[in-house]
C-alpha cells in the first residue's frame, strides 16, 4: 500500500527525524542521537528533496526537533491500536503548528496539495507538514499502517507500505534478528 507521494514523503521525514532523534534502541543496540554539525546534516538529509537542498542551522533543528516527542507518540499510540490517543495527539499537532493546506504549483502544470504554518519558515512549515502527513494518514483507511519494531532491543518507528498491513518491524535486519533467533531456539 501506499499513500500519495506528499505524504509519503512527510511519512517518511517523520520516520527519519524521530528514529534520528530518539534515544533509544535500535537494530539491538543502544541509538544516541547524533550532536552539533553531525545532527544539523543528519536533518537537512532528511528535509532535502529533488532538486532543493535544505540548510537548516543548528538552531532551526533544535526547534524542529521539538515535535519529535509528540510524532513518536502518535507512532507508538497507532502500535498499541490506540488510534483514539493517536488521533488526539495529532489533533494537537496540528493545533500548534497552525498546519494550513494549500494548493502550490508541482512544476508540470498541475497542484499538489500541501500543508503549511503560518509564516512557511523551516521550522513551521516541516512541524506542520509533519502533523499534516500523520493526520492523512490517520484519517485514511491505512490508518494502522504506523508502528515501532517489535524487534527485541529496537524501538525505531516505521509506517508499514505492505500490501497485507502485516509488517512488523523497523528494517530486514530486525527480521533477521528475529526469524535467526527464532531458529537457534527451535533447533537446541
Keep these: 500500500m501506499k499513500f500519495d507521494s506528499h505524504v509519503d514523503r512527510l511519512l517518511a521525514v517523520a520516520v527519519g527525524l524521530v528514529n534520528l532523534a530518539s534515544p533509544g534502541e535500535e537494530g539491538g543496540a543502544v541509538h544516541e542521537p547524533p550532536t552539533g554539525a553531525a545532527l544539523v546534516a543528519a536533518v537537512a538529509d532528511l528535509t532535502s528533496g529533488p532538486g532543493r537542498r535544505a540548510h537548516p542551522g543548528e538552531a532551526e533543528v533544535r526547534a524542529l526537533l521539538q515535535v519529535v516527542p509528540q510524532v513518536r507518540a502518535v507512532f507508538e499510540a497507532t502500535a498499541r491500536d490506540d488510534l483514539a490517543g493517536a488521533v488526539r495527539r495529532v489533533n494537537g499537532l496540528l493545533e500548534a503548528t497552525g498546519a494550513r493546506p ?40 491505512l490508518a494502522g499502517r504506523l508502528g515501532v519494531c517489535g524487534a527485541p532491543v529496537c524501538d525505531r518507528v516505521y509506517v508499514d507500505g505492505s500490501k497485507n498491513g502485516t509488517r512488523r518491524f523497523c528494517s530486514p535486519r530486525c527480521q533477521s534478528r528475529v526469524k535467526a533467533a527464532a531458529h537457534r531456539a527451535r533447533t537446541r
Design 102 to 141: 494549500r494548493l502550490d504549483a508541482d512544476g508540470h502544470g498541475g497542484f499538489a496539495l500541501h500543508f503549511h504554518g503560518p509564516d512557511d519558515g523551516f521550522v513551521r512549515g516541516w512541524q506542520a507538514g509533519l502533523a499534516s502527513g500523520l493526520a492523512l494518514a490517520l484519517g485514511s483507511d
